[in-house]
């Protein structure tokens, strides 16, 4: 099992800059499959990003694409999200999770993900 702990969200202005990190126990982290996921007020849960094991392959949401970037370091068990030109529809608690590495496609539906963190609050001001 992987336990993560999401920080760095805040309050900032659209335009702005913020960047999430996700700190996981383990030391298995490195066969992990990581993805950031999104949720505001009265709406499902959506994906935002996800990275493979090795940090060789991304996805990402249409609607980040372009603005914001996941990354990891295996070494520091940690995996980040780099989010520039914020806007207020970004609004929203944002989670880390983990699932075992496979084969294919990086998943990046919620429902494909096992362990979750606590999430932790971005708000972009208009």
């Known amino acids: 099992q992987v336990q993560v702990v999401e920080s760095g969200g805040g309050l900032v202005q659209a335009g702005g800059s913020l960047r999430l990190s996700c700190a996981a126990s383990?030391?298995?982290?490195?066969?992990?499959?990581m993805g950031w996921f999104r949720q505001a007020p009265g709406k499902e849960r959506e994906s935002v990003a996800a990275?493979?094991?090795?940090?060789?392959?991304?996805d990402y949401a249409d609607s980040v694409k372009g603005r914001f970037t996941i990354s990891r370091d295996n070494a520091k068990n940690t995996v980040y999200l780099q989010m520039n030109s914020l806007k207020p529809e970004d609004t929203a608690i944002y989670y880390c999770?983990?699932?075992?590495?496979?084969?294919?496609?990086?998943?990046?539906?919620?429902?494909?993900?096992?362990?979750w963190g606590q999430g932790t609050q971005v708000t972009v001001s208009s």
């Open positions: 999770a983990a699932r075992p590495s496979s084969t294919g496609r990086i998943p990046l539906s919620p429902a494909q993900y096992d362990y």
């Open positions: 383990g030391r298995t982290f490195s066969r992990y499959v």
């Open positions: 990275i493979s094991w090795s940090g060789g392959s991304t």
